[in-house]
């Protein structure tokens, strides 16, 4: 929710909501930008098999 209060603490004075399409400008480590959309799609159930990623070679 955009509207929603956010908390900080001393260590921390701003915040940004981004949605997924926008946080290129913010993360810059390609593998945390993976990670993000890959966390995303698992908590908006845009996968429902077993992820490529996931896949073990043995």
Excluded: C, N, S
């Excluded at 908390?7 to 701003?14: F, G, K, M, S, Y």
């Excluded at 698992?42 to 073990?56: G, K, R, S």
């Amino acid at each position: 929710d955009a509207e929603q209060q956010i908390e900080l603490d001393d260590e921390h004075t701003e915040y940004k909501w981004v949605g997924i399409e926008g946080i290129e400008p913010y993360i810059p480590w390609p593998e945390q930008r993976r990670l993000m959309k890959l966390t995303y799609d698992i908590l908006t159930d845009q996968f429902l098999q077993i992820l490529p990623e996931w896949h073990i070679e043995i």
